[in-house]
């Protein structure tokens, strides 16, 4: 079963929009809740992390808001630019027990 | 240059002959782990090592072996591939298991079994 669900699969925005995507997960044992950018042909890299007890997290253009009674949470990039078009990751990691746990992706189209 | 470095980045074999992905890391990282990847899944957790004396299960592990006689290597095993186990495997380190959520990736090995 997937412990972290993730929408929308695909996304596609105008330059200078604000695309959003969403994540719900399940267990409350998670205690660290980042979100990971990926480019073709390389691999996954951190862009930004959540702690739970952190309604709103912000890094630049990217912000991470966090509803924890809902259990989800969600990116935004603001001011999107081409330059942005990616597969995004949302995860949730069991620090004490190591795993981390991805979503299905988003492929993000940013359009000039 | 701070890295993990994945070998071969192609791979492509026959049904149960047996492979080796190795992974190395040069940043002195206690925790490793391998993960794979598939279009409509993201990165499922194959397995982890939280330090030279512990490996666990992740979420998929069946198929799969895992060795860490040393700290910067965690080598993936598949002692008989199949062709469901056709996909893009990615290794990944972290300073420690607390800080699981920061791993940094390699460049990935895709694996195809005919």
């Known amino acids: 079963q997937q412990q972290v669900k993730q929408s929308p699969q695909s996304l596609i925005v105008q330059k200078g929009g604000i695309p959003i995507i969403n994540c719900a997960y399940e267990n409350t044992a998670f205690d660290y809740f980042p979100w990971y950018q990926q480019f073709p042909g390389k691999g996954p890299a951190l862009l930004i992390a959540i702690r739970p007890d952190v309604s709103e997290k912000k890094e630049g253009r990217f912000t991470i808001s966090f509803n924890k009674s809902a259990k989800q949470f969600s990116l935004h990039i603001m001011d999107s630019q081409p330059g942005d078009s990616a597969t995004y990751f949302c995860a949730a990691s069991d620090n004490q027990g190591g795993k981390l746990i991805f979503g299905q992706g988003t492929e993000l189209s940013v359009k000039p | 240059e701070a890295q993990v470095t994945q070998n071969p980045r192609y791979l492509i074999t026959v049904t149960g002959k047996k492979l080796t992905v190795t992974c190395s890391q040069n940043?002195?990282?206690?925790?490793m782990s391998w993960y794979r990847q598939d279009p409509g899944l993201g990165l499922r957790q194959i397995y982890y090592?939280?330090?030279?004396?512990?490996?666990d299960k992740g979420d998929v592990p069946e198929g799969y072996k895992v060795s860490r006689k040393e700290k910067r290597n965690f080598p993936l095993i598949l002692e008989s591939p199949s062709p469901n186990q056709t996909s893009l495997y990615f290794c990944?380190?972290?300073?420690?298991?607390?800080?699981?959520?920061?791993?940094?990736f390699g460049p990935g090995t895709r694996l195809t079994v005919t």
């Open positions: 990944a380190s972290s300073v420690q298991g607390y800080f699981a959520y920061e791993q940094y």
């Open positions: 940043m002195n990282h206690e925790y």
């Open positions: 090592s939280m330090n030279v004396e512990v490996t």
